[in-house]
T-cell receptor, first 112, second 114 residues
Framework: DAKTTQPNSMESNEEEPVHLPCNHS???????IHWYRQLPSQGPEYVIH???SNVNNRMASLAIAEDRKSSTLILHRATLRDAAVYYC?????????????FGQGTILTVHP | DAGVTQSPTHLIKTRGQHVTLRCSPI?????VSWYQQVLGQGPQFIFQ???????GRGNFPDRFSARQFPNYSSELNVNALLLGDSALYLC?????????????FGDGTRLSIL
C-alpha cells in the first residue's frame, strides 16, 4: 500500500513559517509526492507535488530529501486560512493513478 | 473557470433506499474519481473513470457503482443503503491519468442515512 507517515497535529503562530514533515521510506523511484489540504467543510485542495527536486509554487514549497524517503511541506508565512488537515500522498501512477491513498493527515492549527 | 461541481450538496435517505450522486468535472478534464470520507477520517478511494472506462476500483461492495458519460460527467450509485454509508462523497477530476497530474476536488455531497 502507498504508506506515508505524518504527525497527527502541529501548531504555528500567524505569519511564522511552518514545516510539515512526511515520511515515505518505501517510496519507489517513480512515485510522485503530492500534498493536499482540506479546510473544514470543503473538499481536499491540491497544494503541490514533486518527484526529486525541490518545488515552489504560490501556495507553498516542497523539499524532498535526497534519498526521497521523506519530504517537508513549507508554508512560508502561515495565515489563519492555512488552518487545515494536510495530507502527504504517494502517487504511483499507472494502474494506481486516481487512487490517492489518504492517511489521517496532519491537523495544522494556526494561532493569531 | 468553474471547478468540480457536485450535486446535490446534502441528501437524506433511509436504509434500503438507492441514491445517485452527480459530478461535473473541470472543463477539459477527462478523468473522474470518487471518494468516500467518513467523519474524522481521510477520504477513501471508490472508483476512477477515464475516457468513460473504469480504470480503478477501491475496496467497496458491489452496491456501489458508477459511470462516466460522453461529456465526462459522472454518476455514483449506491443501492440498498446502510447506516454505514453515511459520509461525505467527494468527486475529483484531472486531465489525464499520469502520476504527475494533480486531482481537483469538489466540495462533496453529504449523505445521511436514517
Amino acid at each position: 500500500d502507498a504508506k506515508t507517515t505524518q504527525p497527527n497535529s502541529m501548531e504555528s503562530n500567524e505569519e511564522e513559517p511552518v514545516h510539515l514533515p512526511c515520511n515515505h521510506s518505501t517510496i519507489s523511484g517513480t512515485d510522485y509526492i503530492h500534498w493536499y489540504r482540506q479546510l473544514p467543510s470543503q473538499g481536499p485542495e491540491y497544494v503541490i507535488h514533486g518527484l526529486t527536486s525541490n518545488v515552489n509554487n504560490r501556495m507553498a514549497s516542497l523539499a524532498i530529501a535526497e534519498d526521497r524517503k521523506s519530504s517537508t511541506l513549507i508554508l512560508h508565512r502561515a495565515t489563519l486560512r492555512d488552518a487545515a488537515v494536510y495530507y502527504c500522498i504517494r502517487n504511483a501512477g499507472g494502474t494506481s493513478y486516481g487512487k490517492l491513498t489518504f492517511g489521517q493527515g496532519t491537523i495544522l492549527t494556526v494561532h493569531p | 473557470d468553474a471547478g468540480v461541481t457536485q450535486s446535490p450538496t446534502h441528501l437524506i435517505k433511509t436504509r434500503g433506499q438507492h441514491v445517485t450522486l452527480r459530478c461535473s468535472p473541470i472543463s477539459g478534464h477527462k478523468s473522474v474519481s470518487w471518494y468516500q470520507q467518513v467523519l474524522g477520517q481521510g477520504p477513501q478511494f471508490i472508483f476512477q473513470y477515464y475516457e468513460k472506462e473504469e480504470r480503478g476500483r477501491g475496496n467497496f461492495p458491489d452496491r456501489f457503482s458508477a459511470r462516466q458519460f460522453p461529456n465526462y460527467s459522472s454518476e455514483l450509485n449506491v443501492n440498498a443503503l446502510l447506516l454505514g454509508d453515511s459520509a461525505l462523497y467527494l468527486c475529483a477530476s484531472s486531465f489525464g491519468v499520469t502520476r504527475n497530474q494533480p486531482q481537483h476536488f469538489g466540495d462533496g455531497t453529504r449523505l445521511s442515512i436514517l
